[in-house]
Antibody, heavy 120, light 106 residues
Framework: QVQLQESGPGLVKPSQTLSLTCTVS??????????WSWIRQPAGKGLEWIGR???????NYNPSLKSRVTISVDTSKNQFSLKLSSVTAADTAVYYC????????????WGQGTLVTVSS | DIQLTQSPSFLSASVGDRVTITCRAS??????LAWYQQKPGKAPKLLIY???TLQSGVPSRFSGSGSGTEFTLTISSLQPEDFATYYC????????FGGGTKVEIK
């Protein structure tokens, strides 16, 4: 079955850009009617959707983060990526990637998550 | 903007109890709602989508109901592995999650 795995630096300095990659295995990122999404969760808090990409390259972002977020896809590597610029301590969180059904918008499966800490 | 309010935020229950969690939307969202279970240190797991459809592999003691603005997740007989935090998510427009309900052992 499809599995997702996040990767990237666990520590980012304030004002810099957070960069994460999600690698999809067990299936092609281009197959089926799916979006590929990023979601984050600060420690002890709830879930916040960051944005999504379709394999055509079309994107949607959370309005509260839109000015700082870029999501891209590399179908040749079966990967999609997140860039979040001008980070602050408030961006410290576990970041998850997930597959989102395009005709339903629920998330399944999820990656295991990766903790990103913003600190100097 | 649509807001989702879960209640209660915390719930203390015993094994075998029937547990009900409520999710209220600030405006009608038809049946566009999903429920997730999250255990500490783990990613959320999809339990129910379209308000009442059980995801494959999820035990039948979980059920969902509701439409419009009020939805419920029911666990008919709480099992030890069900102690976790539960989130609702609205499926309209851009994804939005409720604040979560932590189910703890009584």
């Amino acid at each position: 079955q499809v599995q997702l795995q996040e990767s990237g630096p666990g520590l980012v300095k304030p004002s810099q850009t957070l960069s994460l990659t999600c690698t999809v295995s067990g299936g092609s990122i281009s197959s089926g009617s799916y979006y590929w999404s990023w979601i984050r969760q600060p420690a002890g808090k709830g879930l916040e959707w960051i944005g999504r990409i379709y394999t055509s390259g079309s994107t949607n972002y959370n309005p509260s983060l839109k000015s700082r977020v870029t999501i891209s896809v590399d179908t040749s590597k079966n990967q999609f990526s997140l860039k979040l610029s001008s980070v602050t301590a408030a961006d410290t969180a576990v970041y998850y990637c997930a597959r989102e059904l395009s005709r339903g918008n629920w998330f399944d499966p999820w990656g295991q998550g990766t903790l990103v800490t913003v600190s100097s | 903007d649509i807001q989702l309010t879960q209640s209660p935020s915390f719930l203390s229950a015993s094994v075998g109890d029937r547990v009900t969690i409520t999710c209220r939307a600030s405006q009608g969202i038809s049946s566009y709602l999903a429920w997730y279970q999250q255990k500490p240190g783990k990613a959320p797991k999809l339990l129910i989508y379209a308000a009442s459809t059980l995801q494959s592999g999820v035990p039948s003691r979980f059920s969902g109901s509701g439409s419009g603005t009020e939805f419920t997740l029911t666990i008919s007989s709480l099992q030890p592995e069900d102690f976790a935090t539960y989130y609702c998510q609205q499926l309209n427009s851009y994804p939005l999650f409720g604040g979560g309900t932590k189910v703890e052992i009584k």
